[in-house]
């Protein structure tokens, strides 16, 4: 061991106070709505038989070929911690035959699960999800009541302006169709795609849909789309969908580009994204899987769940608490004796003109003065140290967009005027 101290590993985070109690009370409201809907928890293990996953989420995706945390444990099985919830749900319903109860059976889970993704904002290799799964039901009210549960659950913490993106995907009757007219969309334009991609043309066509690299991204632009695929009952039962989250007033946009990156779902698919969350956008994601549980050795038993990203919630849930702060419009960051007696004065003229101000502690460091400003989410960042002492002017960094600049000392209350008259122009 080189230094002896111990990091969380990489992609792995401790979520502590303050943090937790959004946590908590996210997760409260989930027990909330989901029990007033007739879900009821379950736990199954983290770690589960590898099989459970490869099988379920299908050997082709990026989840199976290249994020799983698979092992071998000491009697030499494989296997893995869970990358997804569904899948454990499914093998715990077919193990202990619960669809012996009269259906439809409701659950909901929370807990950690892994990817060995690169990790990102909002990309973590340890995440926990809020996941709910309802067994039994083929009908597309079932979709609905699911969608019903998300949205009121997310307006239930304080996210109500969330965008729900709806498609199908099909069934193994429409398929067949929708494959031919992929591998004859693909059959010259194979150069151009990924390794890993021209090998799912052979095996697995659909997950070229789903693949991120950017070179297959391109190549894919223009191609078929399920939705022109799908057979009576499919559009029938999407059409209705449709209705029924419109009645619900449930805000929806038909994304028929979403393909989801698991194998198992069939017909509904859907994702709720935010567009303050960057890149990784999505909060949550799910859909309808009626071959599953066959394929886990139980009935024929459709099914229809989704799950939650908590990490993704909780990030936004802070967003909305930071754009409710009343926000300082300048911090003056002060070094040194002489500069706090300048940041004084400043500050009082600021005052004056009704500028919210934060004045910053002179011994204090500025890197932590700097930390100070952007926990307040002050607009503007004034700094006076020894060199601007001399030189008359101060440093300004607007913490929006890291823009920097200087103003002379005795120009920072016209400095301020001006950027509030030009921003109220642009509104
Ligand atoms: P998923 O789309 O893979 O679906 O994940 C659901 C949600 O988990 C995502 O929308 C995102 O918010 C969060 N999530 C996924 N990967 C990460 C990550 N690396 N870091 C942080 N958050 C992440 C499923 O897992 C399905 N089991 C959903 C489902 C349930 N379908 C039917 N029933």
């Not at 807990?111 to 309802?134: D, K």
């Not at 399920?226 to 009952?233: K, S, T």
């Not at 960042?381 to 101060?394: H, K, M, P, S, Y």
Request: charged share 30%; net charge neutral.
């Amino acid at each position: 061991m080189s230094s002896g101290r111990f990091q969380a590993l990489k992609g792995m985070k401790d979520v502590m106070p303050p943090d937790i109690y959004i946590w908590q009370s996210v997760e409260k409201k989930a027990r909330e709505v989901f029990s007033s809907f007739g879900f009821g928890e379950i736990r199954p293990p983290i770690v589960e038989a590898t099989g459970v996953f490869t099988r379920s989420i299908g050997e082709d995706t990026d989840i199976v070929e290249k994020e799983m945390y698979t092992f071998e444990d000491k009697g030499g099985r494989s296997i893995t911690l869970r990358p997804e919830g569904t899948a454990p749900v499914v093998r715990c319903y077919v193990e202990n035959h619960l669809f012996n109860i009269p259906s439809p059976q409701k659950f909901y889970y929370a807990g950690p699960m892994f990817r060995y993704e690169r990790p990102q904002s909002g990309r973590l290799r340890q995440f926990y999800q809020i996941g709910a799964e309802c067994f039994g039901s083929p009908h597309p009210e079932t979709d609905a009541e699911m969608l019903s549960m998300l949205g009121r659950f997310l307006a239930g913490v304080g996210l109500p302006n969330l965008r729900f993106q709806v498609n199908s995907i099909g069934c193994e009757k429409c398929r067949p169709a929708f494959k031919e007219a992929l591998l004859s969309f693909f059959a010259g334009r194979l150069d151009d795609l990924c390794t890993d991609c021209r090998r799912r043309y052979h095996q697995n066509p659909l997950r070229i849909l789903d693949c991120k690299v950017e070179g297959c991204r391109e190549v894919r632009k223009g191609a078929p789309r399920v939705i022109d695929h799908l057979c009576e009952e499919c559009r029938a039962h999407f059409e209705r969908l449709l209705h029924l989250i419109e009645k619900l007033g449930i805000s929806y946009t038909v994304n028929p580009e979403m393909v989801r990156g698991l194998d198992y779902y069939t017909r509904t698919t859907f994702e709720v994204t935010s567009e303050n969350l960057g890149a990784q956008n999505a909060v949550a994601a799910g859909g309808r899987y009626d071959r599953l549980v066959k394929e886990f050795g139980g009935p024929e038993t459709p099914a229809v769940g989704f799950a939650v990203g908590m990490e993704r919630i909780v990030e936004l849930l802070k967003m909305a608490v930071r754009e409710d702060l009343p926000r300082p419009a300048a911090f003056i960051a002060v070094i040194g004796e002489k500069a706090g007696t300048e940041g004084v004065l400043i500050a009082d003229s600021l005052r004056q003109d009704g500028y919210r101000t934060e004045l910053g502690d002179g011994s204090a460091s500025l890197k932590s003065q700097m930390r100070k400003a952007d926990r307040l989410a002050a607009e503007y960042v004034f700094i006076i140290g020894d060199d601007e002492l001399r030189a008359g002017e101060l440093k300004w960094k607007r913490l929006s967009d890291a823009t920097e600049g200087a103003v002379p000392a005795s120009g920072v209350r016209d400095f301020l005027r001006n950027v509030s008259r030009s921003q109220a122009e642009e509104h």
